[in-house]
DNA sequence: AAAAAAC
């Protein structure tokens, strides 16, 4: 401690004793009083406390000065003539010092038994960060701010002005806001960078990518010229450098990890993260491919095939893998024809017994084309029966055609009611049963007259009975359990007090944490126009915001499955008081894995209740099927069943094209599909690849970001946010993004490997084409693949073009929107 | 088989 600035005489030490000379609480036993303690002064003045205590440390001499007394000063500091009523205690209220008390302790015990100067200061950069990632989550609506404004009004200061400035997209503010606080991070991620080529940019500068410096290339990389070879000598026309050119940049990338300095690759991996700014600045630099490609001779093409993951295990599993393959990769590239690929078996396996199926037809079109849909559906009906898998038809259909009666239960309490289009013309919320205040918010976000799904489910949310609702993507279901419920727990709360710590009333499950947000960014600012509050649960982040939340009472929780049976376990959360439990993507929650956790924490709900009461169910999809049996027959009674009449998947604004390629194009269609104006929604099916597909158009010069689980919750909502604003027009994304994300004008989907499940194709696409909006879906599968993709189409009721395709195409251009049919013709 | 979901 600075010994010059201690306090001279008349005012008592211990006022000024720098807060880190006190070890623990343990060194104030003796203390004559404990008003001395940290926390103490700060029970006095919250708002000089705040999170920000973590910037205390700067002493006693930081507190004396004369700044320190405004009440306005961050550093202010009362003293006990201001202890007792200033004007900015006003705010404080019993519940909210409880909130922050809460936090406080969490913290307290974290950081017991550590020293107390490097203590304060460890402090710092850790809950500036909590506070970074948690103001990612809810830029727009500047959710819960009820605690961060009165919690951290340091913060707060800096934080308004911006938001204010870009109510909308406020998010990314933050995500600059980051990088402009970790300088580091950016030299590490710059250095980097310089060490990797940048090849694709010819690729996706020539669009066609037929500029390229072929003989450099192929003179530098003796085993690239293996492949070059294998592949001449199937197909001369490979021997054009457009295929050359961007797969080159790809695989250099892997290759070097793992050829030549495979440790840095780790590290790099691990260290990037696919960090943001690296598509920008690495562009901005100056490319100097042939040296990079220099550094880099070999040329592996495992790395593209293995997932890119496994890869770089151990530099031993390393060099077997690559033994191992590397002949193994020649058969698989030459006969790209006819030869069956016995060094696949998995795929094998799965494929021969089809292929022989339909020997002799037409490579597309036989598969779809030669049968009726009825015929088709039969066909598909026989199948699920013996594999007794569920499809969407098993649940309901439109009335029109009579569903095929499976021997299923659940199948015949699932009938639906279908709900007419017409009949809801114009209906108001208001005629609904939604209050006043809840109208106008809806009106501001652009609903002014329920959508059909939203006409049809609301009256029945609100008499008290549980909901099944389908609704196709982007048809408002949101607000169609949103608005009721919010509505209910008004209604059951009406002529009450809000009091403090009041057990949440309702809550909503999600099975991401994306999703989750997103349904708090709707349902919050219609919640808050009748003064309730809403807060999410979700995992990824500190718990003590979310508990400090539920001690000052909440009314609607928002969350995902894990964290918030964690808080249930913990006795943070208590549902036995809530009247309403929603489920979104319902069918999801009810998958494997999922349900256990879902079942359980609806069984905690509405547990406490008085008698004959129980917790109201909504579940809601847009393939809500049978599959949620588990759940319909545990906690649902005598539901109500909606779905919109006529409104499939298929009958919506999206153009879906599936085109059939080469595995070995792959990468090289990916990049041109891309490559364009709008916004264009990558999925792939494995982090990995999400990942590695994100690099790989970055480094093609297209500015992308990844969504899969690898990344830590703070770069997930950052990236995402980029897309929404526009920043970033690419995002890459395992099936995490596929369920319910909303981004205004995605107007392109690349499914770079298809989907498992026509659910998922469903889900997928309905990230595009929202609410209206036209859209389009193009899916990449390799030949052997079509004929299940033909099926998994059937099941979705989605006709699609099936159309083979080679890099350089026109067709390619024009799916991504480059030219039009009539620049084609002209 | 993968992805998601808690620490």
């Not at 990389?221 to 592949?231: L, T």
Request: glycine content about 8%; charged content about 40%; hydrophobic content about 25%.
């Amino acid at each position: 401690m600075p010994k010059n600035h201690k306090p001279k005489g008349g005012r008592p030490a211990r006022n000024f004793e720098p807060r880190y000379a006190k070890k623990t609480p343990f060194h104030d036993r003796h203390a004559p009083r404990p008003a001395a303690g940290r926390g103490e002064s700060s029970d006095r003045n919250p708002r000089a406390d705040s999170s920000f205590e973590s910037r205390e440390p700067r002493s006693a001499s930081y507190d004396r000065r004369p700044g320190s007394r405004s009440p306005g000063h961050r550093g202010h500091r009362a003293t006990e003539s201001d202890a007792g009523a200033g004007a900015p205690k006003r705010r404080w209220t019993a519940q909210e010092r409880a909130g922050r008390d809460e936090a406080r302790t969490i913290r307290n015990r974290a950081e017991s038994g550590r020293g107390d100067a490097p203590r304060s200061r460890d402090e710092r950069p850790r809950f500036d960060r909590d506070d970074r990632a948690r103001r990612d989550d809810r830029a727009p609506y500047g959710r819960d701010d009820r605690a961060r404004r009165d919690d951290r009004p340091r913060f707060d200061r800096d934080d308004r002005p911006r938001r204010d400035d870009r109510a909308p997209y406020g998010r990314d503010d933050r995500a600059r806001t980051g990088r402009d606080e970790r300088p580091r991070y950016d030299r590490d991620d710059r250095a980097r960078r310089d060490e990797r080529p940048r090849f694709d940019r010819d690729a996706r500068q020539g669009a066609g990518r037929d500029d390229r410096r072929p003989d450099a290339r192929r003179d530098d990389r003796p085993r690239f010229d293996r492949d070059d070879r294998a592949r001449r000598d199937d197909r001369p026309r490979y021997d054009t450098p457009r295929y050359d050119t961007p797969r080159y940049g790809r695989d250099d990338r892997a290759r070097t990890g793992r050829d030549e300095r495979p440790r840095y690759d780790r590290d790099d991996r691990a260290r990037t993260g696919r960090d943001d700014r690296r598509s920008d600045d690495r562009r901005s630099e100056g490319r100097r491919p042939e040296e990079r490609r220099d550094e880099r001779p070999r040329f592996d093409r495992d790395a593209r095939q293995g997932a890119g993951r496994d890869d770089r295990r151990s530099d031993d599993r390393r060099s077997e893998t690559r033994r191992d393959d590397r002949p193994r990769f020649e058969r698989n590239d030459r006969p790209r024809t006819d030869r069956p690929r016995t060094d696949r078996p998995r795929v094998d396996r799965d494929e021969r017994p089809r292929r022989d199926d339909r020997a002799g037809s037409d490579r597309f079109g036989a598969r779809r084309d030669d049968r009726t849909r009825e015929d088709r559906t039969r066909g598909r009906d026989d199948r699920r029966a013996a594999q007794s898998r569920p499809s969407r038809d098993d649940w309901t259909r439109t009335p029109a055609t009579k569903p095929v009666q499976a021997p299923d239960v659940v199948h015949e309490r699932l009938e639906a009611q279908a709900v007419q289009a017409a009949e809801v013309q114009g209906v108001t919320f208001a005629d609904l049963g939604i209050g006043s205040n809840i109208t106008e918010v809806l009106v501001g976000m652009g609903a002014e007259t329920p959508f059909p799904i939203q006409a049809a489910s609301i009256p029945a949310a609100l008499e008290g009975r549980d909901v099944l609702a389908r609704g196709r993507t982007g048809s408002g279901k949101t607000i169609a359990f949103g608005a009721p419920l919010v509505e209910s727990v008004l209604r059951s709360q009406a002529g009450t007090k809000r009091e403090f710590g009041r057990a949440p009333k309702a809550i909503i499950l999600a099975p991401t944490r994306e999703l989750a947000l997103q349904i708090d960014r709707t349902i919050q600012p219609i919640a808050r126009s009748v003064g309730l509050f809403t807060t999410q649960i979700y995992g990824g982040v500190p718990q003590a915001r979310q508990v400090g939340a539920l001690k000052k009472g909440v009314d609607i929780v928002i969350g995902t499955p894990g964290r918030i049976e964690d808080l249930i376990q913990q006795g943070k959360l208590d549902l036995s008081g809530a009247r309403i439990a929603v489920l979104d993507e319902a069918d999801h929650m009810c998958e494997l894995g999922f349900v256990e956790p879902v079942q359980r924490i609806l069984r905690r709900t509405g547990s406490a209740l008085p008698a004959g009461e129980r917790s109201q169910k909504l579940l809601f999809s847009a393939t809500l099927d049978r599959e949620v049996a588990a759940l319909v027959d545990e906690f649902l009674v005598d539901p109500a069943v909606f779905e919109v009449a006529g409104e499939t998947q298929d009958s919506g604004t999206i153009d879906h094209r599936v085109l059939v390629i080469d595995h070995r194009d792959k990468t090289d269609i990916l990049i041109s599909l891309v490559d364009r104006e709008g916004k264009t929604l990558v999925f792939a099916r494995t982090r990995a690849y999400a990942e590695t597909l994100a690099e790989t158009f970055d480094d093609a010069g297209i500015p992308a970001v990844s969504l899969h689980g690898d990344l830590n919750q703070g770069k997930r909502t950052r990236n995402l946010a980029r897309l929404t604003s526009g920043r970033v027009q690419v995002l890459v994304a395992t099936d995490v993004a596929a369920r319910g994300i909303h981004v205004d004008d995605i107007d392109l989907v690349v499914q770079a490997d298809p989907p498992d499940e026509y659910k998922t194709y469903m889900h997928r696409s309905g990230r595009t084409g929202r609410a209206g909006r036209e859209g389009r879906v193009v899916t990449l599968i390799t030949r052997q693949r079509s004929r299940r993709m033909g099926e998994l189409l059937d099941r979705a009721e989605i006709d699609a073009p099936f159309q083979e395709a080679r890099p350089g195409d026109d067709l390619i251009d024009e799916l991504a929107g480059r030219v039009t049919l009539a620049d084609l013709t002209s």
